[in-house]
T-cell receptor, first 114, second 111 residues
Framework: AQTVTQSQPEMSVQEAETVTLSCTYDTSESDYYLFWYKQPPSRQMILVIRQEAYKQQNATENRFSVNFQKAAKSFSLKISDSQLGDAAMYFCAYSSKGAQKLVFGQGTRLTINP | NAGVTQTPKFQVLKTGQSMTLQCAQDMNHNSMYWYRQDPGMGLRLIYY???????DKGEVPNGYNVSRLNKREFSLRLESAAPSQTSVYFC??????????FGPGTRLTVL
């Protein structure tokens, strides 16, 4: 069974600085998707970024980018120019292509210090 | 465009009571999901529906039933609530590239 591990329960960063959240996963599949979701205090799960395993290029969305290392099964999220509104729980998630199921990590709580 | 909606937002039940959580999506997605989120944990899949008329168990289905009423609606029923079912429940629907979009959640407390 696939598993997703986020080894950092909590992280903090100064406003305007850069922070990287770590995620590793275990799978025997070759075609899959990886996601980062943000959950602010409102509890709403918000998609931050998606990576397709067959694409070598790392996905980017404005200040958010990933470092996808397929061989190492690593999928980290970099947040540049951190803003107070970035404070949230961040969840890494995995989906085998077409498998109907998302497997979530335990989450990393990100605090932004003004 | 409302996306995924859930009702109610909050609910308090006594042990043994029953209730149904409602979910609807207006994005014309085929697949819908129910998850629970417990403190300090990620989301765990309860049930899912790959298409209208089909449902399948997820990781933690015990104590729950679901109904896919039509393409838009997917409900979750607790027949006899237990304190262990105190949690936040999320409904989601799936778009292209396996991307799931979530509702705002229902906070359920069972006393």
């Amino acid at each position: 069974a696939q598993t997703v591990t986020q080894s950092q329960p909590e992280m903090s960063v100064q406003e305007a600085e850069t922070v990287t959240l770590s995620c590793t996963y275990d799978t025997s599949e070759s075609d899959y998707y990886l996601f980062w979701y943000k959950q602010p205090p409102s509890r709403q799960m918000i998609l931050v970024i998606r990576q397709e395993a067959y694409k070598q290029q790392n996905a980017t969305e404005n200040r958010f980018s990933v470092n996808f290392q397929k061989a190492a099964k690593s999928f980290s999220l970099k947040i540049s120019d951190s803003q107070l509104g970035d404070a949230a729980m961040y969840f890494c998630a995995y989906s085998s292509k077409g498998a109907q199921k998302l497997v979530f990590g335990q989450g990393t709580r990100l605090t932004i210090n003004p | 465009n409302a996306g995924v909606t859930q009702t109610p937002k909050f609910q308090v039940l006594k042990t043994g009571q029953s209730m149904t959580l409602q979910c609807a999506q207006d994005m014309n997605h085929n697949s819908m999901y129910w998850y629970r989120q417990d403190p300090g944990m990620g989301l765990r899949l309860i049930y899912y529906s790959a298409s209208e008329g089909t449902t399948d168990k997820g990781e933690v289905p015990n104590g729950y039933n679901v109904s896919r009423l039509n393409k838009r609606e997917f409900s979750l029923r607790l027949e006899s609530a237990a304190p262990s079912q105190t949690s936040v429940y999320f409904c989601a629907s799936r778009a292209a590239w396996d991307t799931q979009y979530f509702g705002p959640g229902t906070r359920l407390t069972v006393l």
